[in-house]
């Protein structure tokens, strides 16, 4: 099983803050699936760098594929357009469940613009980039993504 995360992030890409997100999310999903094959990649928010990234990895077989970060509403937040060029089927539930869990904590949650969905086998999701929204987004689907993921695999369709 290959997972890979993708922080977005100017100033993370540039070495002007660290990177707290994407290994936040890569030590949650090693809980899930410890045997899993990991890569951690680290991108500016640029949108054609981040599509390439993500046909790059659908075309290497990942199973998984989890961005943190350019979700919001910043001018140079894309994370979601990117992936909309990706995917070939959106998976709205996972997003509206974040959305939804975040909010009960924090109001803002629902200016998240981040998407879910298919290319090919490949699940792809949108994570907010702070730390503790990517977290609280990742375990408010977590069991969703482990059931689509053995569906998208051919696997069985009911639990």
């Not at 998976?91 to 924090?106: D, F, H």
């Amino acid at each position: 099983m290959l997972i890979a995360v993708i922080t977005v992030s100017d100033r993370c890409a540039r070495g002007e803050m660290t990177d707290t997100s994407g290994p936040a999310i890569q030590a949650r999903v090693k809980e899930e699936w410890p045997g899993a094959e990991m890569r951690a990649l680290l991108l500016e928010d640029n949108a054609d760098a981040i599509a390439a990234a993500l046909e790059e990895l659908c075309a290497q077989d990942a199973d998984l594929v989890l961005t943190a970060g350019g979700t919001g509403l910043g001018p140079r937040d894309r994370t979601p357009e990117a992936t909309r060029r990706v995917i070939d089927r959106e998976v709205p539930g996972l997003a509206e469940a974040m959305r939804a869990k975040g909010a009960e904590r924090n109001p803002y949650a629902w200016l998240s613009r981040g998407v879910a969905g298919l290319r090919g086998r490949t699940l792809i999701v949108n994570l907010p980039g702070s730390r503790r929204g990517a977290e609280e987004s990742w375990m408010a689907v977590a069991a969703l993504v482990r059931h689509g993921m053995e569906i998208a695999g051919g696997g069985q369709r009911h639990p």
